[in-house]
């Protein structure tokens, strides 16, 4: 993703991971902005990578608790490639503990991708495209 000349690299990561984990958690954007005493709109721009806008300190240990999460996690700068849903974690963990051949795993992978959310599929994907290649040149 290219970051807009307007918005920090700050802002960019946050609102990243304000959204990756609230959506992790199962929890809609409405009731957490409900909870800050803000409207919907002003938590969208939360979320908005394309909007400067910041919530006020004092309500970011109220969204860290609601979404289970350290106000660290929000500013962090976790990489994209680490496991962070459940459904990442069991996927990892059975190819990581498999003998199955190659295709059996890439197979077993697009039956857990079904169960994630668009966002995470894209990892997931791409690393099944390198598997695929590697299948291939075998």
């Keep these: 993703m290219k970051i807009p000349k307007e918005i920090s690299n700050d802002k960019f990561k946050f609102s990243l991971n304000l959204k990756r984990i609230r959506r992790n958690a199962g929890i809609k954007q409405a009731p957490l902005a409900k909870l800050c005493g803000v409207s919907i ?14 919530p006020p300190a004092e309500v970011l240990p109220i969204i860290a608790k609601e979404i289970n999460c350290s106000i660290n996690d929000l500013y962090g700068d976790t990489p994209d490639w680490l496991p962070t849903t ?4 069991n996927l990892l963990s059975t190819i990581r503990n498999s003998r199955l051949p190659t295709n059996q795993i890439a197979n077993s992978m697009i039956n857990t991708l079904e169960d994630m959310l668009a966002e995470d599929r894209k990892l997931w994907t791409h690393l099944g495209a390198r598997l695929r290649k590697n299948i291939k040149r075998k």
């Design 41 to 54: 709109r002003a938590w969208g721009a939360w979320e908005s990578m394309d909007q400067p806008t910041w």
């Design 86 to 89: 459940t459904a990442e974690r």
